[in-house]
Each structure stands twice: as C-alpha cells, then as structure tokens.
C-alpha cells in the first residue's frame, strides 16, 4: 500500500504534529505501507534527506520565524508524477496549505483523503490575534474546522475529548479515535548523572521537569505560580522548563519577579535523539499544566522514561491520566497543585512505585501497537468492502473504549 502523506511543517521544526508523523512514518513500513511525505522546505534541512520526503518550495511567515508557507502551486504541479507512482490514498497532517492542496490532489488522483485533526485551534487562535474577540475567533475556528473534516473520507483524532470536541462543531465525516504512540527504545536509555553533571544540579536536588513548545497556551505560568508553593515546602526545588517559543522572555521574567530565578532553569531546545532522554532521565517527576493538548505525547514520553507525571486533566491528557498509573491529576488551582509537586518530590518511595507503574503502562501505548491500527483505517478507507473486516486487538485500560470509539 503508498501513502502520501502532506504536511505544513515536518522538521527541522519542533513539535507535536512533526513528532507524529516522524513516528508513524518509521513503523508503517513494518505494515506494509510506503509512505511519502510532502512538506515544506525551511533551508536548513539535511541535505541528505530520503527519496521519500519532498522538499516543496516555501516562504517565511511574517513575525513566526519557525514555520513557513507551503507553495500549493508548487505541489498540484506534482500531480502528474503522484498519478504514475500510484498512491492509495492521502493522509493529511495540517489544516493550511496542505489541506487544500491534499483535497485537490485526491480528486486528481481518484483517492480518499483523510487527515489527522493535530490541533484545537479555538483555544489557540486568542493567543496569537489578541486584538479580535475571543468568541469570534473561536467561531471562526470551529466554522473552519468542520468544513474542512466535512470534506474528508475521515478524520484522525488522538483523544476521546478531540472526538467529542468535533462532533460538537457538526462534524459528520467518521471519526478514528488513534494516539500517535511512543518508541519506547528512545526514552528508556536516558543518562541521569550525565544530564546533572552537564547542568551543574546536584545529584540529590529535587527537579521537576517541563518539555513541551514554550507558548502561552501551554500554560507554563501556572506551573511558575505553583512553584511558588511548592519553594515554600522545599527551596531547594529546580522546576527544569525545556522547549523554545514566543512566551519565553515573559516567563523568565515572571521567574524573576516571584524571586525563583534560582529555582526555574531554561534550557531551550534539546535534541531528541539523547538531550531529551537524558532530561526525562534526570528529573524526578514531570510536571504538565497545558489545558488544550489533542493527546500530550510528552507525557507518555516521560513515562516510557520511567519518570512520573503530575499533571492536568484536560482535553487529550485525560485519556492518559484517567487511570492513575505511574501517574497523578493535579489540582486545578496553582497552590495545590505545587504542593502536590512538593509532597511527591519528598517521597521517594512513592516515587519508585509510580516510576515502575509508569513503565508498564507506556508499554500499552507503542509505535508500533498505534501503526498497525493506522495501517487497519487506512486499508478500510482505500478498499471500503473490508470495512467489516475485524480490526487488530486494542489494549488494556481505559484507551480500548477511546479506540473503538467511532
């Protein structure tokens, strides 16, 4: 089976929707799906890039430096070669250029097009466009958002919540319920001293660890109000915020002005391939405040490490949170929430216990486990008289009921 897969952003840019299409793209291939991606082109790209991965001309953005405008142009003059190379069916990773671009490609081809809804943008829009109302743009955002899954032969959402979320805004096209899942082998060789050593921590400091883009959606002056109490608990606390984004700048002063400069240190971008490991390997609990997360890969991420979560239960990370392995839900207000932080790092007998507990639950949510019920819709999409073939097992917990939900 081809795919082709179409994309406003893959890296070098750094972040969720570039994470999961790295993921699925490398276990597919053990599903018997080739994949093709069709992304745009940010000039600082390996030269040495696969045959697989198209390179589309792109501009810059004006006032977002990371991202960049695909040229539609550009990929509907690709038609004639997609059309001899014989695709089944495209997939659809972002709402902009490539939509379009995915959509009319597809009724060129003759296939299906479907794609994965990555973001919820109602919560997203305000941040960015401050000077229009906020029920406006979310108006906008929802309007937008069915005509374009209303378009599709199906939709990909990574949680329950995503689910339910789409169905509300009129959405009617069949909903996949499908988490991008974790390569556990990456996360579970993290270097503890090596990490400490490099950042000068000592090797007894208690450290709570934030991964994640550093944007004000993510809420990370939350987890600065709740390091507030949790210092009153224990100075001696290290809040670790790693990531780059515009909120940056505000936060350190924010930092700076709670009097926590020692206690929150920014590290900016780690790559994935061993700073990040070794950052989930050198923290003793991980800590997650976001409120609009479609699924929050970075929690599984960090407990494929071993390292355990207190976070909050919204949206996508519900799904993750609801049984409580290796795992706690925090509380809605900051003050408890940091003395939630401060009771867990000063425990670390129930710190082992979740670690383990963490462990064993990432285990249930594998690349490899989420690839093959890809490769299941994407076969059922292409050849609609399998659809009444049995699909691949689901797992144990709470995510079966989030899966087989349709």
């Known amino acids: 089976m081809r795919v082709l897969m179409i994309s406003d952003v893959y890296f070098p840019r750094v972040n969720g929707v570039s994470t999961s299409i790295e993921t699925f793209r490398k276990c597919l291939s053990d599903q018997g799906v080739a994949v093709t991606l069709m992304a745009p082109r940010y000039g600082t790209e390996d030269a040495d890039e696969p045959l697989e991965l198209l390179r589309l001309p792109a501009?810059?953005?004006?006032?977002?430096p990371e991202d960049r405008l695909m040229s539609y142009r550009a990929a509907m003059s690709l038609a004639p070669q997609l059309e001899k190379e014989g695709y089944d069916l495209i997939h659809i990773q972002t709402p902009f250029a490539a939509h379009y671009a995915g959509v009319a490609l597809a009724r060129q081809l003759g296939i299906p097009a479907l794609a994965t809804y990555h973001t919820l943008f109602e919560e997203y829009l305000y941040h960015y466009i401050p000077?229009?109302?906020?029920?406006?743009?979310?108006?906008?955002?929802?309007?937008?958002?069915?005509?374009?899954?209303?378009?599709?032969?199906?939709?990909?959402?990574?949680?329950?919540?995503m689910a339910s979320r789409l169905q509300e805004y009129g959405v009617t096209t069949p909903l996949e319920i499908l988490p991008t899942g974790i390569p556990l082998q990456r996360f579970s060789q993290g270097d503890r001293q090596g990490f400490r050593a490099r950042h000068q921590i000592a090797p007894d400091r208690p450290v709570a660890?934030?991964?994640?883009?550093?944007?004000?959606?993510?809420?990370?002056?939350f987890l600065i109000k709740a390091l507030q109490s949790a210092h009153a608990q224990n100075p001696d606390i290290l809040l670790v915020i790693t990531g780059e984004g515009p909120a940056r700048p505000a936060l350190e002063k924010e930092a700076r002005l709670a009097g926590l400069a020692q206690n929150i240190l920014f590290l900016g971008y780690l790559d994935r391939t061993q700073a990040l490991p070794d950052a989930y390997a050198g923290a003793d609990l991980f800590v997650f405040a976001s409120r609009t997360e479609t699924q929050g890969l970075v929690l599984l991420e960090a407990m494929a490490s071993g390292l355990p979560v207190l976070a909050l239960s919204a949206m996508g990370t519900t799904d993750i949170l609801e049984p409580e392995r290796g795992c706690r839900i925090g509380a809605e207000q900051s003050t408890d929430f940091g003395l939630q932080m401060a009771a867990l790092l000063s425990d670390g007998h129930a710190l082992r216990l979740m670690a383990q507990e963490a462990r064993s639950y990432a285990d249930e949510w594998s690349d490899q486990a989420m690839a093959s019920r890809l490769a299941h819709f994407y076969r059922r999409l292409a050849n609609p008289e399998a659809q009444?073939?049995?699909?691949?097992?689901?797992?144990?917990?709470p995510l079966p009921r989030a899966l087989n939900t349709q």
């Not at 501009?59 to 977002?64: E, F, L, T």
């Not at 029920?135 to 374009?148: F, I, T, V």
Request: net charge positive.
């Open 59 to 64: 501009s810059r953005i004006p006032m977002d």
């Open 131 to 161: 000077f229009l109302p906020r029920e406006w743009l979310r108006g906008l955002a929802r309007r937008y958002s069915r005509k374009q899954c209303n378009e599709l032969a199906g939709v990909i959402v990574p949680s329950r919540a």
């Open 209 to 221: 660890l934030f991964v994640g883009r550093v944007a004000h959606e993510k809420n990370i002056d």
């Open 388 to 397: 009444h073939h049995p699909a691949p097992p689901t797992l144990s917990g």
